[in-house]
């Protein structure tokens, strides 16, 4: 079959893209936009930096201090319901606000994705929920279409609840279309039902002919181990829940290898969009579980974010500056086998 493009159009295009590789700046981000997401965390989730008369106690020299410990990327937890009004018009001040924190995080170095992170709303309604999305990706899709590749959109955090995989499939079609409008190659993260449980990733269906998705799973197993204290998760009396027994890695094993057989099949590239453990856990298997996360995703060359920089899971203490470093050493450190082995019986508990 021949070229779909004429001979003088074919030359033309040639030169237009050697006039814009001409200029470095150009290339060398070009080169960049599919570079992976790599190491991440998210951010922002109950910060008020983007709600009128509310504190914020975020500093952007945070991005640096990011970069610096080896992250890769942040995805933003944008919470932009609230900030639409009756006839759908999102906010000019909280557009602004997230541009300012796009910016922030790509002049240190950092990808970002931009994630819609109205889960909540959206099991309870999801009838409404597909019309403030509408408006919000018909507004997000056009207003930072300038950026590069470095930047990533996620539709949806995750869909489920009342919203059931068929209609994510329609609505995730719907607001992808959206999205292509201006943004025709951008990276676009799909997210599964059931709330991001992998188990549901066989009922997910997506586009078969666009090849710049990547589909998010979060990994929060077992859960009575990784949310043991959280009031929300009504495990606030269950607490000294252990983890790092042989069955227990052979159960995180057998759950990723599932996800990459899936993923295999599909041949879809993995965004592990969330995973942590609350601060009830003891230190040392909330240690060895991170590590471990890391060490199976990186294995299978996911992309991944950490939940969550502060407010709970916290790697940093705004308040105090404080960062948890033996929580990003268990992710960025270097491997450390020996010490996450699964204990001998009456072995003594070693703390990081």
Not at 150 to 167: H, S
């Amino acid at each position: 079959m021949g070229s779909p493009f004429g001979r003088k159009s074919w030359r033309s295009g040639l030169l237009a893209l050697l006039a814009l590789c001409l200029s470095a700046t150009l290339c060398d981000a070009a080169s960049a936009a599919r570079a992976p997401l790599g190491r991440g965390v998210n951010i922002l989730s109950t910060d008020g930096m983007f709600r009128p008369g509310e504190v914020s106690l975020f500093s952007f020299d945070t991005f640096g201090r990011l970069r610096r410990y080896g992250f890769d990327h942040v995805r933003i937890n944008a919470l932009p319901f609230d900030r639409l009004d009756a006839s759908g018009r999102l906010d000019e001040r909280w557009l602004a606000t997230l541009r300012r924190v796009i910016d922030g995080a790509l002049a240190a170095g950092l990808q970002v994705v931009v994630d819609v992170h109205e889960f909540l709303y959206c099991q309870r309604e999801p009838q409404a929920c597909a019309v403030k999305l509408d408006a919000v990706w018909s507004t997000l899709a056009l207003r930072l279409s300038d950026y590069d590749d470095r930047v990533v959109f996620e539709i949806l955090n995750e869909p489920g609840g009342a919203m059931d995989p068929a209609a994510w499939n329609r609505l995730f079609a719907r607001e992808l279309a959206v999205v292509r409008r201006f943004n025709p190659h951008r990276r676009v993260i799909a997210g599964v039902a059931g709330g991001g449980h992998f188990s549901a990733l066989k009922q997910l269906k997506l586009p078969p002919d666009d090849a710049d998705l990547l589909v998010a799973v979060h990994y929060y197993e077992p859960f009575r181990f990784t949310h043991q204290g959280a009031s929300w998760a009504k495990l606030a009396d269950k607490t000294g829940v252990d983890w790092g027994a042989a069955e227990d890695y052979d159960r995180m094993d057998r759950d990723f290898a599932a996800i990459a057989d899936w993923a295999n099949k599909e041949k879809r590239p993995i965004y592990l969009g969330e995973f942590g453990v609350y601060e009830r856990a003891e230190p040392r298997p909330r240690f060895c579980w991170l590590h471990r996360v890391v060490y199976d995703a990186e294995a299978e060359g996911w992309s991944w974010a950490y939940w969550q920089l502060t407010s709970d899971f916290t790697l940093l203490d705004e308040r105090t500056g404080r960062w948890n470093d033996w929580l990003i050493a268990a992710m960025t450190g270097p491997r450390n086998p020996a010490f996450c082995a699964p204990p001998a019986p009456g072995a003594p508990v070693r703390t990081p």
